[in-house]
C-alpha cells in the first residue's frame, strides 16, 4: 500500500512540475523583421524548442526585371495591389519600375493635414491600413468625453487615437470600440508595421547586404551592411572554421562563410554584426553610440 502511494506522489509531483515549467516556459524570440517580410520559413529542428535556422528564397534566383512584396510578384508598370499597398499606407501610388537593376518600386509621398499642425484639445480619427487620419478631428470636452476609452499599458485613449505597444515594438493599434487590452498579437485593432524592406531595399537585398537592428529594436532596420572586399570572419565559440560542416547551419555574407556566432570585421565599434540565425547574419548598433 505504502508503495503504491509512493508512485501516486511520484507521479503527481512529475506532472505538477511539466505544468509548472509550461506555464514558466519563455516564449520564442520573434524572428528577425527581414525574415518575415522576406517570407523565410522557421525551421526548429531535433532538440530545439525555438527556431534555430530559416529557410529563405534565394535572392539570386529572383527576376531582376520583376518586383516582389509580401509574397507576391509584379510586373514593370504595374502597382501593389489594394491589399499590399495598405501594409504600407504612407507610402502610396506604388508601382514597380524596371529602369533600376534590379527593378525596384516608386512609390509618391505623402503630407497628411496634421503633420501641417495639429489642433489642440483635438483626437483625430485613424483608421487601421490609413496612414492620415480621417474625416475631421472630434474637438471640445463634450465631444471628447463621448468617445470610447481604452486604457493601455497604464495609458488612457480615445477612440480613434493610434497606440504604439511597448514591447510589441513592431505593432500599432488603434482605439476603437470594444478594444481588448490584454493581448497586442492576433488583437483585431492592432496590426504588425510593415517595413517595407523589399520595396525600399530591393538593390541592397540583391547586392547581399544585411539589416543593421538599433539594440534591442527588433522592428525596422535602421541602416544596411553591405559586403567588403575586406571583409574577414571572427570565429567564436568553436576552434575553426573546419568545424562548421552543415550548411544548413551557416550564414553567407558576400565571400565569407560563418558559423553561428561567427561575427564579420568591422571599424565601426558600434555596430557588431553576426551570425545567429542562419541563413542571414544581422547586425546591432549599440544604444550608447
Known sequence: MMEKVVIVAVLLCCSLGALCNAETEEPCPAPPKHYTELGCKPIKDEGHRCPNRYECPKLTDRDGQKCYFNGNIYEPGTGLSKTDQELVSCSPACRCNNKTSPASFT?????????????????????????????????????????????????????????????????????????????????????????????????RLARGCIPVYFGNDRCCPISWRCPEDKDTVIVEGRRGAEEVTDPKMQCKFGKLTMGVGDSISSEDKCVSCKCTVPPMPHCIQTREC
Not at 118 to 124: A, M, N, P, S, T
Not at 167 to 192: A, I, L, M
Open 107 to 203: 512609390c509618391a509621398s505623402i503630407d497628411c493635414p496634421e503633420f501641417f499642425g495639429r489642433k489642440e484639445d483635438c483626437i483625430y480619427q485613424y483608421e487601421k491600413g490609413q496612414c492620415c487620419s480621417s474625416g475631421a478631428p472630434v474637438c471640445g470636452e463634450d465631444k471628447i468625453e463621448q468617445l470610447a476609452e481604452c486604457y493601455f499599458e497604464g495609458e488612457l485613449y480615445r477612440e480613434g487615437q493610434k497606440m504604439y505597444p511597448t514591447e510589441e515594438s513592431c505593432y500599432s493599434c488603434h482605439c476603437q470600440k470594444g478594444f481588448d487590452n490584454s493581448t497586442v498579437v492576433g488583437n483585431p485593432h492592432c496590426q504588425e508595421v510593415n517595413c517595407g524592406i523589399e520595396l525600399r531595399s530591393s538593390e
